[in-house]
């Protein structure tokens, strides 16, 4: 069974920092794109980050230069590092990787950023 649980998530000032951390459990992660979405209360998800299996990595033209995605494939863990918080990137950050035809969702984790 294919599991992605998140989480570093909480309520940090603007400028703040944060790492969220997406571990899977029924998929090793190494291998396959996982991406980070985010959903603002009454926006639609959108992507924000994702790294395929040779290590490539992309961004949203909004979160360039201060999110970072990255991987520990001994961990089966996948990080968005973001920095510089500001109020904009208050959402619900899931992660999501597509295996054997599905595609999987975790939880989600909130990111709130005021001051």
């Known amino acids: 069974q294919v599991q992605l649980v998140e989480s570093g998530g909480g309520l940090v000032q603007p400028g703040g920092s944060l790492r969220l951390s997406c571990a899977a459990s029924g998929v090793r992660v190494g291998n396959k794109i996982v991406a980070w979405y985010r959903q603002a209360p009454g926006k639609q998800r959108e992507l924000v980050a994702r790294i395929t299996g040779a290590g490539m990595t992309e961004y949203a033209d909004s979160v360039k230069g201060r999110f970072t995605i990255s991987r520990n494939n001994a961990a089966n863990t996948v990080y968005l590092q973001i920095n510089n918080l500001q109020p904009n990137d208050t959402a619900d950050y899931y992660c999501?990787?597509?295996?054997?035809?599905?595609?999987?969702w975790g939880q989600g984790t909130q990111v709130t950023v005021s001051s």
């Open positions: 999501n990787t597509f295996y054997t035809g599905v595609h999987y």
